[in-house]
C-alpha cells in the first residue's frame, strides 16, 4: 500500500490492483479481487488492472481480472473496446476472443476510427489479428483527419488479405485521403506491387495523382521499385504522365534508379519531355551522376547536344567528369 500512497515512488497514485498486476503478485490480486477491487480503476497514465496485464503479456491474469465484474460490459464499453485495442497492438491473439465476446455491438463508433481495434491491428501491420477483429464486427469506413480509411491503412502496410476483404465488404477502392494519396499511391510508395492488380482489378485509377501530380508509376519509379514499375505499366499507367512540376517517372527515375529508366524506356517513355525547369531525363542523369542512367539514355536516343533554357546542355554539365563526357559521345 505504501508504493501507491506515498509521493515518489514508483506505483504512486495507482490503484492497488493495478501495482499488484504490475509486478506480478498473484496473491495479492486475488485477494484485491475478493475484495470486490475494480479491475478497471485508472492509474494516472489512464492505464488500468486490465491494460497492465496484457502489456506484460500475462493473460491468465486478464483473464481473470476481465470475469470480474463481467456482468457491467454497457458500462465499460468504451474501456473494454480500449483493451481489445491493446490486445490487437501487442498481438495478444490468445485473449481476443474472450475480450472479444464482452465487447457490446457498435462500440467502435464511441471511439476516433484510428483509435479502434481494428485501426491499431492494421497501423502495426498486424493482418492475422485485422483478419480476425473483421469477422467479429463489420469494418468501420469512418476516415481519420488525414482522410486516411482503414483500406489505404492496409494498402500501405501491404496487407493484401485484408485489403482484398475490405473490397469485398465495400470499401472504395479508389479513395484517397486529403493529399489526394490513393490506394494504388500507397501500394506503389510501399513497393507493394501485388496490390496494384487488386486494387485495379477492383476499379481504382492506376493513373490517380496526389495534389503534386505523383501517381502509383512515378512513386515506384522514384522509389526504384522496379517490379512495380512493371505492374502499373501492364495495367495499363501513362507513361508520359507529368507531375505538377512537368516531370514524368522517366526524369525522376534518371536522378538514381537505373532499373526503372531502362524499364521505362522499353515502354517507350518519351526522352524529350522537359520539366519545368526546361530539363530533360537526361539532362537529370548527368547531373546526378547515374551514369548507367546516362547509358541508357543515350542508347535510347536522347540528345545530349539539346538545351535548357540556361543554355546548358548535357555536355555543359559533365564538363569536368571523363566518364560521362564518353558515355555522351555514344
Known amino acids: 500500500r505504501r508504493q501507491v500512497e506515498e509521493p515518489g515512488t514508483l506505483y504512486f497514485g495507482w490503484p492497488p490492483l493495478a501495482a499488484a498486476v504490475a509486478q506480478g503478485e498473484e496473491e495479492v490480486v486475488r485477494n484485491l479481487l475478493a ?15 486490465i491494460l497492465v496485464a496484457i502489456a506484460n503479456g500475462d493473460d491468465r491474469t486478464a483473464r481473470l481480472l476481465m470475469r470480474h465484474r463481467a456482468d457491467e460490459p454497457q458500462s465499460r464499453a468504451a474501456d473494454m473496446l480500449r483493451v481489445v485495442t491493446a490486445a490487437a497492438h501487442h498481438d495478444r491473439r490468445e485473449l481476443l476472443p474472450d475480450l472479444l465476446a464482452l465487447v457490446p455491438p457498435g462500440t467502435n463508433l464511441e471511439v476516433a476510427v484510428d483509435q479502434t481495434p481494428l485501426w491499431q491491428s492494421v497501423a502495426a501491420g498486424n493482418g492475422e489479428i485485422a483478419l480476425v477483429l473483421m469477422e467479429w464486427q463489420a469494418p468501420d469506413q469512418r476516415q481519420d483527419e488525414q482522410g486516411r480509411d482503414v483500406l489505404l491503412m492496409a494498402t500501405a502496410q501491404g496487407l493484401t488479405d485484408v485489403v482484398r476483404l475490405l473490397l469485398q465488404q465495400g470499401f472504395d477502392a479508389g479513395s484517397a485521403d486529403v493529399a489526394s494519396r490513393s490506394a494504388t499511391w500507397y501500394a506503389a510508395d510501399g513497393g507493394h506491387c501485388r496490390l496494384l492488380v487488386v486494387l485495379t482489378d477492383a476499379g481504382a485509377s492506376i493513373d490517380q495523382s496526389d495534389i503534386d501530380g505523383h501517381n502509383a508509376l512515378i512513386r515506384s519509379a522514384i522509389r526504384g521499385y522496379d517490379d512495380c514499375v512493371n505492374v502499373a505499366i501492364a495495367v495499363g499507367a501513362s507513361v508520359d504522365h507529368q507531375t505538377r512540376n512537368g516531370n514524368t517517372a ?3 527515375a ?8 531502362s524499364l521505362l524506356l522499353a515502354a517507350d517513355a518519351d526522352v524529350s519531355i522537359r520539366n519545368e525547369a526546361s530539363d530533360t531525363a537526361l539532362m537529370t542523369a548527368v547531373r546526378q551522376r ?4 546516362v547509358g541508357f539514355l543515350i542508347d535510347a536516343g536522347a540528345n545530349p547536344r539539346r538545351q535548357n533554357r540556361a543554355g546548358q546542355s548535357s555536355f555543359d554539365m559533365a564538363r569536368d567528369d571523363k566518364v560521362l563526357m564518353a558515355l555522351l559521345d555514344g
Open 35 to 49: 475484495s470486490d477491487a475494480d479491475p478497471w480503476a485508472r492509474t494516472p497514465d489512464g492505464s488500468n488492472a
Open 250 to 252: 522517366l526524369i525522376l
Open 290 to 293: 547515374c551514369y548507367q542512367c
Open 254 to 261: 534518371a536522378h538514381e534508379q537505373p532499373g526503372s529508366t
